[in-house]
Each structure stands twice: as structure tokens, then as C-alpha cells.
């Protein structure tokens, strides 16, 4: 069996094997999804949802009452993600910021690349090339811990 990077090992633990490299990686990205966050700019625009897509007034009085707590839960979820970030056994609740945290990167970089769903492969020698296999490392290790978390449910 091949090992894996993160794997539960208990009720409510989890084991997390990442190379030194892409630790200091996600910690560069939790900076700059935070910065991004606190500056409001547009490629945080994908974590805040838009609950009144054709009343401009009432998705302003929305935002109002959702952004200041959503901006909080990000927050929270990235703080917790990275005093985490260089452990190698984490908490279940440890596990859910991990899984928030690389969401709202993903998000943001994903915004910023203008990346989509049905977003085809990408030449090698597209110069956004580095950032897109950033974005599918953020994918695959948020898909092992949605995995892992499923494991004991």
C-alpha cells in the first residue's frame, strides 16, 4: 500500500506526512489568501457568496450582514491552519480548518488565475503554469482530508 499523506489514525487524529517544501508553500499561500482577505480585493471575491445576483440593494444589505462573520470564520480557519502547519499529528477539528483553509486558497488563486470548471489542461509554457499546479496540489490535499474525514462516518 502506498503511503499516504494524510491519514486518520484515531477517533479524532490525523497523521500529516508533507514535505518541508510544500509546508513552507501553504504558508506562503495562507499569507497571501489572509492579505488578500483583510484588503477585500477581487480575488477574494469567490469566497463570499452573492445571495441577490439581480437586486444590486439587497445583496449590498446581504454583504452587510454576512462579510464582517464570514471574513471571521476565514480568519479563524487560517489561524488555526497555520499553527498547524508544522505538525504532524492534528486534531479533527485541526483537519476542518485544513480543509476551509486550502478551500479559500483554492478559491483565491483560483480566482486570480481565472480558473473554471471546465478549465482545460494547461501548456507547460503557459507562464501561469506553476500556479495551476499549485492550485491541483490544493485540490488533491483537500480532497485526502474530505477523504479521511469520511473514513470514520
Do not use: C
Not at 476551509?100 to 471546465?118: F, K, Q, Y
Request: proline content about 5%.
Amino acid at each position: 500500500m502506498a503511503k499516504r499523506e494524510i491519514q486518520r489514525t484515531g477517533a479524532d487524529t490525523f497523521r500529516l506526512e508533507l514535505h518541508p517544501k510544500i509546508r513552507r508553500l501553504l504558508a506562503d499561500l495562507k499569507d497571501m489568501t489572509l492579505s488578500h482577505i483583510e484588503e477585500g480585493s477581487p480575488a477574494s471575491r469567490r469566497i463570499y457568496p452573492i445571495a441577490y445576483q439581480g437586486s444590486p440593494e439587497m445583496e449590498m444589505d446581504f454583504e452587510q450582514l454576512t462579510r464582517k462573520p464570514l471574513a471571521h470564520h476565514h480568519r479563524e480557519n487560517l489561524d488555526l491552519f497555520g499553527d498547524s502547519i508544522s505538525k504532524s499529528v492534528l486534531s479533527e477539528a485541526e483537519a476542518l480548518a485544513w480543509i476551509g483553509a486550502l478551500n479559500d486558497m483554492r478559491l483565491v488563486l483560483g480566482t486570480a488565475l481565472d480558473i473554471t470548471e471546465d478549465q482545460p489542461l494547461v501548456d507547460p509554457s503557459d507562464p501561469n503554469y506553476e500556479g495551476h499546479v499549485i492550485y491541483d496540489l490544493l485540490t488533491f490535499l483537500q480532497g485526502m482530508f474530505i477523504e479521511e474525514i469520511q473514513n470514520m462516518k
